[in-house]
């Protein structure tokens, strides 16, 4: 039994406007010069023919988002959140939101490790499975689930192939931090009740000075974690993550109103944090 890491960062502050993408240090080629899987972006989500209209619909996955299951889920029966894996120093940092790890004030506060399965559809894993080796939480989440600071960075590795990088095989997003709102995203997400990802693009609502709020029918239970994507590609399906579902009342109450808090400050120390934990060969043996 592999152990996992839960680290608690305390943020610093970070000037407006920034915009973070992390280049890996060694490898010899990085998220966007190698080449990257197929696609099926849809055209409602990406390229000149994508409007923003609100209505999520059912597609085939893109290969940088997954879903996410228990660690001990081993016949990976029953996923309950979204990842994406975003670009990193290790090329092995996934983000996705605190709530799917731990959840404090309604009585979780332990998280467990997961299993992410990047492009999963119809019960298919076409890039393996991939175990968290490091879960990375905000502590004012870890004290009392703060809205916030609801987005955690996971680090995994795949059984068996501890050289293999989930970055080589899938790409990754970029990450931003301390963006203008309101922006046009395109989101993905993996409802719990179905085995296809779903996605939709729209434009955000300022919410709060800390949350956007991501108006689009379709997105329950299990989209959680789902990124909001800026400049999607339209071939590669890879775009620039602004937030995750998550935040104010864990996402949403309602299928079709969704919450996302922002990446600002917290959230840039977790990814660092994350970033420099992915720096170190983990284990092979399972969590």
Sequence with gaps: MACFLVVLVHASTGAAGEAATERRASG????????????????????????????????????????????SDTSLSHHFCTASVVDSPGGDVIVLAAHCLSDPANGSPTPGPIAFVPGYHDGQQPFGVWYSSALLIDPHWAANSDPDTDVAFAVVHKN????????????????????????????????????????????????????????????TDGTSGGPLLRDIDPVSGLGTVLGVIGGYQEGGDTDDVSYAAYFGAPAKALYQAASAAGAVTPSPSRS
Aim: glycine fraction near 10%; hydrophobic fraction near 35%; include cysteine.
């Design 28 to 71: 010899p080629l990085d998220a966007y010069s190698m080449p990257h899987p197929k696609a099926s972006v849809p055209t409602s989500l990406a390229g000149p023919l994508a409007t923003p209209n609100g209505h999520a619909s059912e597609f085939g996955g893109l290969p940088a988002v997954g879903a996410v299951f228990s660690a």
């Design 160 to 219: 068996g192939d501890p050289s293999a990088r989930v970055e080589d095989e899938v790409g990754a997003e970029k990450i931003a931090f301390n963006q203008p709102m309101p922006a046009t995203v395109g989101v993905v997400g993996y409802p719990a009740e179905t085995d296809k990802p779903v996605s939709c693009l729209n434009t955000t609502k300022i919410f709060s000075p800390t949350q956007a709020e991501f108006d689009c029918t379709g997105f």
